[in-house]
Every structure is written in C-alpha cells, then in structure tokens.
C-alpha cells in the first residue's frame, strides 16, 4: 500500500547537507571521501555524512520537560521564550502520542505521529538550508552583496550556526564535555550521573538544536565585532571540506589545555573548493573579501582533516591522499 506522501518516513538523515557537499563533485553527483577505514572512495553525495534516524525525535515527559529547560534557564530571557514555544509544541505532539497508545487510534493518526517523530527535525534543518541557497551561490560567485539586506544576514547565521551543532561531531565533543568526575564536582546534582546521561542522550535531538538557535543568536549580537570574511582560494591547493564542516581555528587553541572550552573563535567554513567563509573574534582577516595564499590554504585542509570525524570530502583522490600524508607528517612533528 502506497502511503500519502505526507505519512512517508524520511530514515535517512544527512547531518551534511548533500547539497553542499555537491561542490566538491565534478559531475555534480559524486565525491571523493575518506572511508571509516580510512580508505579513499567515490560515491554519491546522497549517501554520504547521513545515518539512519539521527534526527529521529523521542516524545517528552515531565522529567524530560524540567531537563531541557535546566539548560535553557542558562540563556537570555528572549531566547528562553523561544526554547519554551517549541517544547510545548513539541509537549502537546508527545501528549498526543501517549493518548493514542492508550486508546488504539485509526492507521491514520498512528502514521501520523510516526511521520511527526522521523520528520519534524530533519524538516527543520532543510528550512534553514532552503533559506540560504541563493546566499550560498551568491557567496560562491565572489559577491558578498548578499547581506545587504539585515534578513540574508540573520537566515544565514542561524544556518552557519545549526551546521556546528546538527552534526556528530558536535554531539560527541558535547557528550564527552561533561564526566563523571565533572558532573560530581557540583554542589546537590538534581540527577545521578547515569540519570543525567540518559535524560541527555534521549533529548540531544532538542537540545542540538536549541544550542544552534543560541549560537546564530550570539552571532548576531556579536556582528558589530565579529569579522565577516569571504576567502578566495585561487591557488592550486582547493579547500577540502569534512563530516565536521566547521570548525574553530584562532591561534589561541595551541595554548589551551585539553578538555577546556575555548573563550575565542576563529569559524571557519568551507563553501566549496574555491571560496570559505570565516566569522572571527580575531584581527586575522580584516571583512570583506580576502585572497589567500596556497600555504594557508594548505594549513586550512590541515586543520580541517584533523577536526573531521569520519570523512573528509575533496575533489580528487590525489588531493586526499596528499592531506593524509601531510597531517601524519605533523602528527609526527608534534
């Protein structure tokens, strides 16, 4: 039986957008990769940097509410308003959910709650990505003329930010950021660490996205001293990209001991082999457009290998291969 397409399940959740890995492709389908084995690979974009559910929603209870907004209450009062209205939304879907396990309700309200559940997050995402295509292609034709308007600025800081926080990197470097030595060191934890754990790992699909909204919001306080540059790359050496896309590369990393959040960034993200966008708390770059050279170019593919999770992206097999040899070499320096 054919579902409506409203009902059809949406399992296979990219936390790479397919689209923008499509700017590494030469025949606009296919790229090249580093495999979890380390093996370099071509296959389509499609089936890349996705896994099965990963943006699949948990409906909420009372526990999971008090949990959620725990981290919220750490956010300005405007954005914890905006935590609040899509937890009750979310709170009313998992009210519903509850009520129609217990009353066994026709086929079409049970596939609807299952579409909600597989959907909802992934939809999300795709609005934020729908709301910068145009800047995207704009930006990877050198014209920055694009955020002139205050409402091309704020969609694509909010899309920049959820591309830090949708992924799976992100989502380990969060998990691993809070132990149980941490966790013990506050004074009447509300939770037992095995509790907190579990509360965190079954309501990350929410709490990913509330901290992207908090990042694009920071990012447009900060935009009067942030620096916004667009890097052209036209040496031999194009950007690579990874399955962590974005990553934090300000100088001030190299002192900083491990396990300690850094207080600066320096945002650098690839947009295709040509052009990178950086948001920086530093002088490095002034804004506006900035032509680099091959050595930085290469010092950026560096660092965005060593940053990637399980995949590196690039053009070429040769480009690949020669970045792996350089990050042993370094490896080996260090």
Not at 43 to 66: C, P, Q, T
Not at 171 to 187: C, D, G, L, Q
């Amino acid at each position: 039986m054919n579902l409506d397409k409203k009902y059809q399940l949406k399992r296979k959740h990219h936390h790479i957008w397919a689209h923008y890995l499509k700017h590494w492709s030469l025949d606009d389908l296919n790229v090249w990769y580093t495999s979890k084995k380390g093996n370099f690979c071509r296959d389509s974009v499609y089936g890349l940097a996705a896994e099965r559910d990963f943006y699949k929603i948990n409906f909420l209870d009372d526990e999971d509410v008090r949990f959620i907004r725990g981290f919220s209450s750490l956010s300005p009062d405007e954005l914890r308003e905006v935590h609040d209205d899509y937890l009750k939304d979310f709170y009313i879907a998992s009210m519903t959910a509850k009520l129609a396990e217990s009353v066994k309700p026709p086929e079409q309200i049970k596939q609807s709650l299952d579409a909600f559940q597989h959907n909802v997050l992934e939809n999300l995402h795709g609005s934020h990505e729908n709301d910068v295509v145009e800047i995207l292609t704009c930006l990877n034709r050198g014209d920055i003329s694009v955020f002139e308007t205050s409402e091309n600025r704020v969609k694509f800081k909010q899309f920049f930010a959820m591309q830090m926080t949708r992924t799976k990197s992100f989502k380990k470097m969060a998990m691993s950021a809070v132990n149980r030595e941490s966790f013990e060191r506050n004074p009447n934890p509300p939770f037992s660490f095995e509790k907190y754990s579990q509360l965190r790992e079954k309501n990350w699909w929410f709490l990913s996205y509330m901290f992207g909204m908090n990042i694009g919001s920071n990012l447009t306080a900060t935009r009067h001293s942030d620096k916004h540059v667009l890097l052209i790359n036209e040496t031999s050496e194009p950007f690579i990209t990874s399955d962590n896309p974005i990553i934090n590369v300000h100088e001030s990393l190299k002192n900083i001991p491990k396990g300690q959040a850094p207080e600066y960034m320096d945002a650098y993200y690839p947009l295709s082999p040509k052009y990178a966008y950086m948001i920086n708390n530093s002088e490095r770059y002034p804004s506006g457009k900035v032509s680099i050279t091959r050595d930085e170019a290469l010092k950026f593919n560096i660092r965005m290998a060593a940053k990637a999770d399980e995949h590196v992206f690039a053009q070429t097999e040769a480009q690949l291969k020669e970045v792996k040899r350089l990050c042993k070499q370094r490896s080996k320096m260090a």
